[in-house]
């Protein structure tokens, strides 16, 4: 049966607009990611019109580069396979128990997730390094130790484990496993032959998710490994920035972005299957209160693993915050040093808000109109192969991006380097990922039949956006400019490139004070760290109220 020629026309005004939603993003990618990435590959690379591609021999051949590819891979395997130890009870307790005070410990879980991993490195550098609470009680330090870095590494991705594990473990019908025990299955039997294949494909997708966040550490190895340890995203920076050996940088840039792409094929390859998983039981269905000794103590043990691990160090760091009287270290931060702030320390805090506000729109924007782009029934090869390049940014190197901004957007009609935009740009690139997974789930829950219809009667593409999607989506946008939000307040890899001194952000700014000696300086590196920390925690508390167990997840 052939279309009428109302379908046709509402078939080519839906081409249009797939185009016309896709050719922002594209265009943001093209200009603010992959032609700063390339510029600075080519500068490393290319010599007078001649690509030097030997190099790359010559830089894997270094046995020092050999040491940091091994380092990165194998600090990152073990620091996944701690965070999976580790946080796996977590998951089934907020999965399978239901007990007073659990959206809030939800929401405890989650902080620090969204911290910036230099207030993490901060954290943990306020107990366990140089007169930290573990030095002054015992006399342990485990700064430029791997122990630190592991434990950094649990800390930041616990969340990741908890919300994308717990979140499918919640809604397999344990009845399914009940059947396996009544059939003679002993628990364990019945747990790894019914509920573990299951949650399979969500375990591999978090553990890739950990390992990804892991390979490409900055901020936690900058701050904890001090010149021991160095990952690839760590050696990049000090080869761009201290040694200005741009032909290594260019290499171990390729190393990252080859190994990042073939982790989130891997990663892509897990979500498909993980969607097409068993069928799914409302959460409310399957959690219950503890029942026996056995799992009060897990629950206990749960409870303990968070004060220890993810509420200590923070108030730890909070403490030595405080350690001046008078909240000395706050209000040494509204006095000029003379030293490397050309500022009062405590202006990062106006400029990291204004930075974040202005990055969270452009995030939105970009973020929005991809996904949007990203759930039309019509998205061909090129659409769906997009999905998969808005997530690179969250593991090539921002050092590399960050640079690459000054080396390339330097001319006329993109001389953007002493333009305040050239921050919210970089960090809108870690937030529009965020964006476009957090919206992605709800838009394709809308019935496309209630698009169609609209689009049939004449209604314009935005019309359509104004009236169908918006309504139910509002509260998924809101929850996706709130995470956009939290990871540009946090950007750092980027952002120490581009910053001016004039006009540091707060990530920033706690580097700088960490690097210069002084109980002063690392008091105020104290202080500007629980000031980033409250922050970023009031805005995931405001996402804790507005989401709901469908809305989006990591």
């Not at 230099?118 to 430029?144: C, K």
Request: charged residues 15%; glycine residues 8%; aromatic residues 10%.
């Amino acid at each position: 049966m052939g279309l009428t020629r109302t379908e046709v026309a509402a078939r080519k005004r839906g081409a249009a607009a797939r185009f016309g939603l896709l050719a922002a993003p594209v265009a943001f990618f093209a200009v603010f990611f992959a032609y700063p990435v390339a510029a600075i590959v080519a500068r490393g690379l290319k010599t007078d019109g001649t690509w030097h591609l030997g190099r790359i021999g010559e830089v894997l051949a270094q046995s020092d580069v050999r040491h940091v590819l091994w380092f990165t891979t194998w600090q990152a395997l073990v620091s996944t396979v701690l965070t999976l130890i580790v946080a796996l009870p977590g998951a089934y307790v907020f999965a399978r128990f239901d007990f007073p005070g659990k959206q809030v410990l939800r929401a405890v879980v989650t902080v620090p997730f969204v911290l910036p991993t230099v207030v993490v490195g901060t954290a943990f550098l306020a107990l366990v390094g140089r007169g930290g609470l573990l030095d002054e009680l015992w006399g342990v330090r485990l700064d430029t130790t791997v122990w630190a870095i592991l434990l950094a590494h649990v800390f930041f991705n616990y969340a990741v484990v908890v919300r994308t594990v717990g979140g499918l473990w919640a809604q397999l019908d344990p009845r399914q496993e009940e059947a396996a025990r009544m059939l003679g299955a002993s628990p364990l039997r019945a747990w790894r032959q019914v509920t573990l294949p299951a949650l399979a494909p969500a375990v591999a997708a978090a553990a890739l998710m950990v390992f990804l966040f892991t390979f490409t550490s900055f901020g936690v190895v900058q701050i904890l490994g001090g010149p021991t340890f160095s990952t690839l995203e760590v050696e990049i920076y000090r080869q761009t920035s201290e040694i200005f050996d741009l032909s290594t940088a260019a290499v171990l840039t390729l190393i990252q972005f080859a190994a990042v792409g073939a982790i989130l094929a891997l990663h892509a390859w897990t979500v498909r299957r993980r969607e097409t998983a068993l069928r799914l039981v409302d959460e409310s269905v399957t959690a219950r209160r503890p029942r026996g000794a056995g799992q009060w103590a897990l629950l206990g043990g749960v409870l303990v693993t968070v004060a220890v691990l993810l509420v200590l160090p923070p108030a730890v760091l909070v403490q030595r915050s405080l350690g001046a009287p008078g909240f000395g270290y706050y209000r040494a931060l509204t006095s000029e040093d003379g030293g490397v702030f050309l500022v009062p320390p405590i202006e990062a805090v106006g400029n990291s808000l204004s930075y974040a506000v202005a990055a969270t729109l452009i995030a939105v924007v970009i973020g929005g109109l991809a996904a949007v782009a990203l759930t039309r029934r019509d998205a061909g090869r090129f659409v769906r192969g997009f999905d998969a390049l808005l997530m690179l940014p969250l593991g090539v190197s921002a050092v590399t991006v960050g640079f690459g901004f000054l080396i390339s957007l330097d001319e006329p009609p993109l001389d953007l380097r002493s333009s305040w935009i050239l921050v919210p740009l970089a960090q809108a690139l870690v937030g529009v990922p965020f964006v476009v997974r957090t919206m992605l789930p709800v838009l394709r829950a809308v019935d496309v039949r209630l698009r169609e219809a609209a689009s049939v009667l004449g209604a314009s593409p935005w019309r359509v956006w104004r009236e169908v999607d918006l309504p139910m989506v509002r509260r998924a946008l809101l929850i996706a400019a709130g995470f956009a939000f939290a990871v540009s307040l946090g950007e750092f890899g980027a952002t120490v490139f581009i910053a001016r001194p004039d006009n540091p952000t707060l990530p920033v700014a706690v580097a700088r004070l960490l690097g210069r000696p002084g109980d002063l300086n690392y008091g105020q590196a104290m202080a500007l760290s629980t000031i980033l920390m409250v922050v970023c925690a009031v805005a995931l508390l405001v996402l804790e109220r507005l989401r709901t167990d469908r809305t989006g997840e990591f």
